[in-house]
């Protein structure tokens, strides 16, 4: 009979919305209110021990599945379902996608065939979890018969639940766990093959995680060397990696400083122009203020000059023509008229020059 359970429930992902351009950031993206704060930090632990391994084909993995004890906890775990989520933003293949629910429950170490039932892709929703406000709802009664064996056989030797991972592929590289369970078609064996024989080849058990001192075993010179060779490697391997990552610092340092270089010429030039717009303000300044000078100058002499006599001499013409008899010749009237005509004519042709050269220093200021 199947029956279905909504469980506290969290997400932890690739956040498509990181604000760094090309950086992905992997956090926890969803949780139910009934979540609580120590399945979160177990679920953080259990995702990073998990990677998806390179090299595979570029076609979505099969997803895999997890049991994770909280160790605070007797009998609460994790159940999760590891998934393929595609490709992240650089377009590299195969992000890492991690649905879990919460499992409190004194009666899981006792039968855990129910745990066993929740690592098959039976029980998940066939889409990832989207969210809140709605928990993952698993459904329960589809028996999963090699898991389940494995997990009574793994808690009867060591008295705990142990952390076991469920794989149908191995493109996959973990750490941290007690159990693998390879159910890939690539495993061998037919489904003739008894559970206990196949339980033999598939589980890799670790000794339970005690408290006691356990004795190490005595070391070979064989076993001596081969571990003298490997830490000589690994010595060598970081200093290597220390010398590119010394090496790629200096030429960044070296691009910097061109670059601060150049950027400080750049300045000294801006400067330097700068400078030499301010001087050539300072003498247009000058040039304006002394033409301005001269314009005034020009003005004050029009005024007191020019413009009296001007006035004086149309007065004094004005008066000569009103004054002279009609039809009479006289040869000292017309020559006085004539004077002052010729004084006249010359007195407006300088105010016309001074007017010119007056216009051309206001069209000077106005550039």
């Not at 999760?80 to 933003?89: E, F, K, P, T, V």
């Not at 009666?107 to 065939?113: D, I």
């Not at 898991?147 to 973990?174: D, I, K, Q, W």
């Not at 078609?185 to 339970?208: C, F, M, Q």
Request: aromatic fraction near 6%; hydrophobic fraction near 40%; proline fraction near 5%.
């Amino acid at each position: 009979m199947v029956t279905s359970r909504t469980l506290p429930s969290a997400s932890y992902g690739r956040n498509t919305e990181s604000p760094e351009p090309g950086v992905d950031q992997y956090q926890v993206l969803f949780q139910s209110e009934d979540f609580p704060a120590l399945a979160r930090r177990a679920l953080e632990q259990l995702a990073t021990s998990v990677q998806w391994a390179g090299g595979g084909p570029a076609d979505i993995y099969d997803d895999c599945y997890a049991l994770w004890p909280l160790t605070q906890e007797r009998g609460s775990v994790l159940v999760a379902r590891l998934m393929d989520a595609g490709c992240d933003r650089l377009g590299r293949p195969h992000a890492l996608r991690v649905d879990a629910v919460y499992v409190e429950s004194s009666e899981a170490l006792s039968s855990p065939s129910q745990l066993g039932e929740m690592m098959s892709a039976a029980a998940w929703p066939n889409e990832p979890w989207s969210g809140p406000p709605e928990s993952i709802e698993l459904e329960f009664g589809h028996l999963a018969h090699r898991v389940t064996a494995a997990l009574e056989r793994a808690a009867a030797a060591s008295g705990a639940l142990p952390r076991t991972l469920v794989v149908h592929h191995s493109n996959f590289r973990a750490d941290g766990f007690d159990v693998t369970i390879d159910l890939s078609a690539s495993a061998g064996d037919s489904a003739s093959t008894s559970i206990t024989n196949e339980l033999s080849r598939l589980v890799k058990p670790v000794p339970p995680r005690t408290a006691d001192t356990v004795a190490s075993p005595r070391r070979s010179p064989s076993n001596w060397l081969r571990r003298s060779l490997k830490v000589m490697l690994a010595l060598g391997l970081a200093a290597f990696v220390g010398l590119l990552a010394y090496t790629y610092t200096w030429y960044q340092l070296d691009a910097v400083g061109g670059r601060l270089s150049g950027e400080i010429l750049a300045h000294r030039d801006t400067k330097q122009k700068l400078v030499e717009l301010q001087r050539d303000l300072e003498l247009e300044r000058a040039e304006r203020a002394q033409q301005s000078k001269e314009l005034e100058k020009l003005q004050g002499k029009v005024d007191k000059y020019y413009v009296p006599r001007l006035e004086y001499l149309e007065a004094r013409l004005q008066a000569l023509q009103a004054d002279k008899p009609e039809n009479e010749d006289h040869e000292g009237i017309r020559k006085a008229e004539k004077t002052l005509e010729e004084s006249l004519w010359a007195l407006k042709r300088d105010i016309a020059r001074l007017e010119s050269a007056a216009r051309i220093l206001i069209n000077h200021r106005g550039r």
